[in-house]
């Protein structure tokens, strides 16, 4: 009898999981549709829990607003932190301000900052990390938590094994990320050799605004502004 109960409760799980499959296509539908018209934009993460008068909070807006006077949009995760001075910086500068949130039971809530025929909800994460990959021309990455440090990895992984075009990933903030870096090039490279030294040149730390605007700028004097895949 109990045998039979366990396979009941495993046949009813298959069946819910083949309806949400409606569900994560809707979101694919509807995400590819509203990011193909926004045209060229970078994508800058960091954590939510940033307050407004934090320096990174203040470097992120100035970041956002360097991006759209150089022709681009901003993408953020559409909430609190860094995400919304990612979003404040764009619309203050005029530019496309586009805010990918995502349900959550705390830290997330979609900011004021977002234009509001660009703001996209999702329930999968998974989905909401394809339309940043696909749309995105550069990850601009400020000190961030567990969510931005994932962006930051799936992104290497995907450029470094070609699954995506290559673009500038960018990590704002040396006394933030240096410590990380040190252990990649020690750690990961020189004493594992877990990865190529050539990996590494798919990063770039810097510290000012006008640092990232100088490497996206040169990036794309040689390579054409399109989707990643």
Request: some cysteine.
């Amino acid at each position: 009898m109990r045998k039979e109960q366990h396979h009941k409760g495993w046949n009813e799980i298959k069946t819910n999981d083949s309806w949400a499959l409606f569900k994560i296509m809707g979101e694919f539908v509807n995400g590819f549709e509203k990011m193909s018209k926004i045209g060229p934009c970078v994508s800058i993460f960091g954590s939510a829990r940033t307050k407004p008068d934090n320096k990174y909070y203040k470097l992120a807006v100035s970041v956002a607003n360097k991006i759209v006077d150089a022709g681009y949009g901003v993408i953020t995760g559409g909430g609190p932190g860094i995400m919304e001075a990612g979003n404040k910086g764009a619309h203050l500068g005029g530019g496309t301000s586009v805010g990918l949130n995502i349900d959550l039971p705390f830290e997330q809530h979609d900011n004021p900052y977002i234009d509001a025929d660009k703001s996209l909800d999702f329930d999968y994460f998974f989905v909401r990390k394809v339309m940043f990959v696909k749309y995105s021309q550069g990850f601009v990455v400020m000190p961030g938590g567990f969510g931005t440090l994932d962006e930051l990895f799936e992104a290497i992984t995907l450029i470094q094994t070609h699954k995506i075009a290559k673009f500038p990933i960018i990590l704002v903030g040396t006394d933030f990320w240096e410590g990380l870096m040190d252990w990649v090039k020690k750690t990961l490279l020189d004493t594992f050799q877990n990865i190529s030294a050539e990996d590494l040149d798919l990063l770039h730390l810097v510290d000012t605004e006008d640092e990232v605007i100088t490497i996206l700028d040169a990036f794309y004097k040689k390579s054409d502004l399109s989707p990643n895949f």
